[in-house]
């Protein structure tokens, strides 16, 4: 595994982005709503968190949006990474 993180967050990444997109897919669907239930985390775009120095400020903003559909298709990448991503 040694030198094939970047794999590992490849694999996350795409995870998520499956996930999100499961999530907002069947939000319409009575019986699967609750795969799109989720909550944002972090500092939003509308209350970043700010350093204010005399001549320059630096606002910084990220926000993470975790839902049911996210975390399964993040686990399932988890398992894929193990089973296809070593060597």
Sequence with gaps: MKGRKWLLALFL??????????????????????LSF?????FSPENPLALELVVLRLKFGLTLHLSVSVI?????AGLLYRRFGKK
């Design 13 to 34: 990444m795409a995870g998520a982005v499956i996930g999100l997109l499961v999530g907002e897919m069947t939000r319409s669907v009575p019986a699967l709503q609750w």
């Design 72 to 76: 399964i298709c993040m686990g399932a």
């Design 38 to 42: 989720g909550r944002d985390i972090g």
